[in-house]
Structures are given as C-alpha cells and as structure tokens.
C-alpha cells in the first residue's frame, strides 16, 4: 500500500545535521528568522518560552520540538521577552559561539537548556513539500512519540560525534528520516480546526484513500470523480473534504506530486525526458514541458542542465 508520508520524507531527503546547545540563565531571548529548513529541538533542563504562530507555547523538560519552513521565531525566558533591544539575533550568535555552544542571559546556574538541530533538505521540492507539513509539531514530554524521539536523538548524536564511522552518513540519514516521521506521525491532532496540510488529509479516511490511490500511480488520468470512487464517497464530498483538510484540490495535489516527482527524475539525470513524461502520467513531451513550465517557470531540459 502506497504511504504518503514516507514519499514526502523520502523527496525531502535530509541530509545535514548540525547541534547546538543553547544555555540560558535570568532574562534572555534569541530571535531567528523565517527560513525554508527543518530545525528540532528538545529541552534537557528547566523550561522556556516559543513564539512562533499563534499564542506563546510552553516548552518544559523533555519536549520536543519541530519546525517545519517556519516563519519568524523566538525562543525567550518568559512570555513577553521577545521585543526589545535585548533580542539576540540567533543565526549570528550560534554562527559566533565556540564549539556550537551558545550561552545567553545573566551568568549563574543554568536555568534552561536546550539541545537544538538542523538539517537541510532537497531545495528543489521544498517549497511544495514543507506546504504539506505543519509549521509547528510540539510534542510533550509525557507522550509516547517524546520518548521515542529521545531514543533517536540519542543515536543521531551518537553517529554524529564519530561522523568516520563505516557507513555513518547512511546511518545518519536514515535516523533522521526516521525521528522526522515519528514526529509527524506523532503530532497532536487535539485543534478543532486543525491546520491543513497532509498530515491532516492522512487522518480523514476518504481523504487519505484518495491521497494513497495518487500516490501508488501517479500516472493515471486522476479525475475527482475517480478519486472519489476509490474514496467510496460522492465527488462533491471529497472535493470538500480534500481542501478542508491538505489545503489543495485533489487535482492540484495530484499536479504538485508529479512535479514533484519531475523534479527528482530530472535531478538524478538517469531517464529522458519522454521517459519521465510516461512516468508521471503525461502522454506527450509536450504536454509535459508545458505543464512542467508553468509550474516551474522552467522548461524540463533547462532545469536539468541547470541543477546538474
């Protein structure tokens, strides 16, 4: 059976990760701007404060933490401390600190610490993709995901302090695909309007059968009516209940997973382009470069010639 969510992880294709600790003591607040990665984070000691979307979240002992592609952000002592000259600018301090260790506030025992990470994704896809994620998962200490994740985080830390290891990138890389589906498919879903996005669509059953139906032949003349069909509800029904839920139209969904899918093919460089056409569903290469242009705003060839 097709699964969605392990495609997008495998097009986003983490690939960097990169610790920081973050210590600090009184009041403090660390600012980072929007940016188009995955970053994680875990608190080891004490608690603070995120300011990301929507109201301030609590972050206490054990936490997790992922942003997806997230707009502006802060991490501070206490609610409020987010404004004013006493900001520190995140990606200039961490870029300063020795040994990635980043100490912030009044000196004294340690109030807070937090163990913090990013890794880089495929940029080709990551616009679309980080679309169809939630910006924020928080996962609290006293659920079953929180302690899986801290296993992981163990294990990542592990491979990337002795990164001479046989094999330690590919062990890397899996762990962290793996910590990023835990998180996701661990992610509350308490909100009486949740977020749309996929995670969402996966939790509504006819949406879900829709969206596995796409993603185990990509290539078939998808109309709403037939997704509908697989679905075992009426058109209007899904037609509804898809953007309510991933935010897209079916059929839109359906065009942005075969670009998707273009994107990868042409990168890699092993088929042409009539091949990558048939691939994805397009009887024709140029029904294909058309679609592929207004898309991209680039023609399949150009673009292959310009990632290689």
Known sequence: MADPLTDVIGLLHPRVVLWKQIEGSGRWALRFAANPDVNFGVVTVGHCWLQCEGAPVRLAKGDFLLLSGPPAFTFSSDIGEDTGEDVVD??????????????????????????AGHFAIKPENADLLLDLLPTVVHLRADTDGAGRIARLLELIGDEASAADRPGASLVLTRLVEVMLVEALRSAPATLEKPPANLLAGLGDPPVAAALRAIHANAARPWTVATLAAEARVSRSVLAQRFVRRVGLTPIEYLLSWRMAMAKRALRQGDQSIAEIAREIGYGSTTAFSTAFSRVTGSAPGRYARQDR
Do not use: P
């Open 90 to 115: 995140g990606e200039r301090a961490l870029a300063g600190a020795q040994d990635n260790h980043l100490r912030l506030g009044s000196e004294g025992r340690t109030a807070v610490q937090l163990l």
